[in-house]
């Protein structure tokens, strides 16, 4: 048997191999196409003769492919990818044909409006009907086919676009040969610029000295973890618009251009819409998710829009100002590749820090212990380091434990898969579910398992991993989002952890997390907790006065950062919503407009970043990335309940995340987010605290 066959155990990564994708899936399809039948005929309108047996008939196929995928995004191959890619359909045709199974839908129906069931259960038998329904159960005959043939072409569509894009990045580097072209870059970067040279120079199998820090070459490449730094600090500004330029118009051209990809994409969610009998795939989306409606979104929108765009438009003529003053040159005019640069300039003036100063404080070891420390103290949980006890896709990769501080008893596992590696792994930040929490035929549970990914700066020139304090905010992110999937009391695998939650919803744990990175007592300690930032040679913590300009920084530039959010959810709704593919507008054209009102520095005409726009083309955002503003409402007024319980009071403190705890993060997916928002804050969700915490109201 295959290592992909041992359902509902730690995978085996040291043993799984691309060349046993195939036969192993193909073998799970055809057990699950098999049994699938046998449901149907036997299939009863009860919980334990539909829902459960349902459960038990995908989890096989279910976990093998997620395995597949996950390490589609962390270990990317050419053999692994055409392991999936010779499969991918007859798996898309396999979950269709459950979602439109007469039989079970009918089944379902009953069960969810059985009024002697559990609201847990009955909840869960209606979000499974609904799918059915999305899914096209009702459609018939030819319009059932092209269904069908739609999902199958959209779900290939995906892969491709974001094989596509990981392949442009990869394909543009940068090679800087003279010191006058790294100038202003800060040493961290420098290290990892030769690192990046050094590693190709191997590669390519060159002889004679290897490229260093001191003497270079040095290599730039578009993975943000080096793009990202080069644009904010290189000071000469034709390499800065060479690597900008590169980024907004990555997987645009040649054999990487997702143009026709994404154009594709839209035409076949609209035409899926349509074949539902909805006026746009919006409305498909929005079926599923807190918000709802389009109108929803846009009242959201509409109340952060005034205000971003305000703030937005002086924050850009007082950098303006600035860096015209600094250049002795009154007629300058900022370009996109300049705003990152002065920006940067801007803010260690006001603020008199920089990032490079904070990073020796930031070492990773360093910041998983203050971050460990602080959940601790909120939720009463404790992290202890397991490498060793599961095996791993990458030397780099991590294992963790969780525990209840009180009992002892184990509750969760997680990996993490903290640097940046662009040669195999795809570029960003996420949470996936390894395995889900689920109560077992012999009573026994099943922990849950989540996998972390992050793309931060790798140790480099015999440093550990530096990170900027955004890297920090991003790991904390991430592990909000782990913590929600593992710290579920749900028994129900159907909605535990993070499953079943409202899309629009489960943001809110991860960026709640986000805020502790700017609490005293998390970054800096005091007697008995640990703190996350300390000198990583010193081991002497990040001194008062950085700390108090750090947190004085929260606000800086935040009308620009919430416009550039809301461009993106208005870009994502008007495509999803709005636009009709195939004429002579075009999606760039969409993007273009909505620039006009959520943007105070127009784009380039050749601006194609929509090719890059992988949230929502291949990332699960369709018609949902203003899940993040929507999900920032919750989290920054979840935040404000621990502000007004005192966040010097351990005591209430204790109690507040308790609460939490009890609520947003053990009931998961078990009920409706809404009514689970209340009963941790007593009422509905307001935008007051995220005004004042951005600085915008």
């Known amino acids: 048997m295959s290592a992909l066959h041992a359902t509902g155990t730690l995978p085996r990564f040291d043993l799984i191999t691309s060349a046993e994708v195939e036969p192993a899936i193909r073998d799970l399809l055809a057990r699950y196409l098999r049994d699938l039948e046998a449901l149907e005929q036997t299939v009863q309108p009860t919980w334990d003769g539909s829902v459960a047996r349902i459960t038990a008939l995908g989890e096989p196929l279910a976990w093998a492919w997620s395995v597949v995928n996950h390490l589609l995004g962390v270990r990317n191959s050419p053999d692994l990818r055409r392991g999936h890619e010779s499969v991918q359909a007859d798996v898309v045709q396999a979950w269709m044909r459950l979602g439109q199974s007469v039989p079970l839908y009918r089944a379902l129906k009953q069960v969810a409006g059985d009024a002697a069931l559990d609201p847990v259960r009955r909840r869960i038998a209606g979000l499974m009907a609904t799918d059915a329904e999305l899914s096209g159960v009702a459609l018939e005959g030819a319009a059932r086919e092209r269904f069908q043939a739609v999902e199958t072409e959209l779900a290939a569509l995906a892969t491709r676009f974001e094989n596509q894009l990981l392949d442009a990045t990869k394909a543009f580097h940068l090679d800087l040969t003279e010191p006058n072209q790294i100038a202003g870059l800060p040493p961290t970067l420098v290290r990892a610029l030769a690192a990046r040279a050094a590693a190709a120079w191997a590669e390519a199998g060159k002889h004679g000295p290897e490229p260093t820090a001191e003497r270079g070459p040095w290599r730039v490449t578009l993975d943000f973890p080096i793009a990202g730094p080069f644009l904010e600090h290189a000071r000469d500004r034709a390499l800065r618009e060479t690597v900008y330029r590169a980024m907004v118009t990555r997987a645009s051209t040649g054999a990487h251009d997702n143009g026709p990809v994404l154009e594709r994409i839209l035409l076949l969610r609209q035409e899926k819409a349509e074949l539902l009998g909805k006026r746009s795939f919006a409305e498909i989306s929005l079926a599923t998710k807190m918000a709802g409606t389009v109108a929803a979104v846009e009242q959201l929108s509409a109340e952060l829009h005034a205000p971003a765009q305000a703030k937005a438009r002086a924050e850009l003529a007082d950098l303006t100002t600035f860096a015209r003053a600094e250049l002795n040159d009154p007629a300058w005019a900022p370009k996109p590749w300049d705003i990152a640069f002065w920006a940067e300039r801007q803010r260690e003036r006001q603020f008199a820090f920089t990032d490079e100063e904070l990073r020796p404080y930031f070492a990773l070891d360093a910041v998983l212990d203050g971050m460990f420390a602080c959940v601790a103290r909120i939720f009463g949980v404790k992290v202890r380091r397991a490498d060793g006890e599961a095996p791993v896709w990458h030397p780099d990769v991590r294992f963790f434990r969780i525990a209840d501080a009180a009992s002892g008893s184990d509750l969760a596992a997680f990996y993490l898969d903290p640097y940046s590696r662009p040669a195999e792994k795809r570029g960003g930040a996420w949470m996936d579910d390894c395995l889900g929490r689920?109560?077992?035929?012999?009573?026994?549970?099943?922990?849950?398992?989540?996998?972390?990914?992050?793309?931060?700066?790798?140790?480099?020139?015999?440093?550990?991993?530096?990170?900027?304090?955004?890297?920090?905010?991003?790991?904390?992110?991430?592990?909000?989002?782990?913590?929600?999937?593992?710290?579920?009391?749900?028994?129900?695998?159907?909605?535990?952890?993070?499953?079943?939650?409202?899309?629009?919803?489960?943001?809110?744990?991860?960026?709640?997390?986000?805020?502790?990175?700017?609490?005293?007592?998390?970054?800096?300690?005091?007697?008995?907790?640990?703190?996350?930032?300390?000198?990583?040679?010193?081991?002497?913590?990040?001194?008062?006065?950085?700390?108090?300009?750090?947190?004085?920084?929260?606000?800086?530039?935040?009308?620009?950062?919430?416009?550039?959010?809301?461009?993106?959810?208005?870009?994502?709704?008007?495509?999803?919503?709005?636009?009709?593919?195939?004429?002579?507008?075009?999606?760039?054209?969409?993007?273009?407009?909505?620039?006009?009102?959520?943007?105070?520095l127009p784009p380039l005409p050749e601006d194609r970043s929509l090719c890059s726009f992988s949230h929502i083309f291949a990332g699960g955002y369709a018609a949902g990335y203003y899940s993040y503003k929507w999900a920032e409402v919750l989290s920054s007024d979840a935040f404000a309940a621990f502000e007004e319980a005192g966040l010097d009071d351990e005591a209430t403190l204790a109690a507040t995340g308790r609460r939490y705890r009890a609520t947003i993060l053990a009931q998961g997916g078990s009920r409706h987010p809404l009514d689970i928002f209340r009963d941790f804050r007593g009422r509905a969700p307001s935008t007051a605290a995220l005004l004042r915490h951005t600085g915008l109201a």
């Open 438 to 600: 689920k109560r077992l035929a012999d009573g026994s549970m099943r922990l849950p398992v989540a996998y972390l990914i992050c793309n931060q700066t790798p140790p480099a020139g015999g440093a550990p991993s530096l990170m900027s304090f955004r890297e920090v905010e991003t790991l904390f992110h991430e592990f909000g989002h782990g913590l929600q999937h593992m710290l579920t009391t749900v028994d129900h695998p159907e909605a535990a952890g993070i499953r079943s939650v409202e899309w629009d919803a489960v943001e809110l744990a991860s960026q709640f997390m986000e805020h502790w990175c700017l609490d005293r007592k998390t970054v800096l300690g005091r007697a008995g907790i640990t703190g996350l930032a300390r000198h990583w040679q010193t081991g002497v913590p990040l001194p008062d006065e950085l700390f108090a300009k750090l947190k004085a920084a929260r606000t800086w530039r935040a009308g620009s950062a919430t416009l550039r959010q809301l461009f993106f959810a208005r870009v994502d709704i008007e495509l999803h919503h709005r636009y009709r593919g195939g004429g002579a507008v075009t999606a760039l054209d969409v993007k273009d407009a909505v620039a006009r009102d959520h943007t105070v």
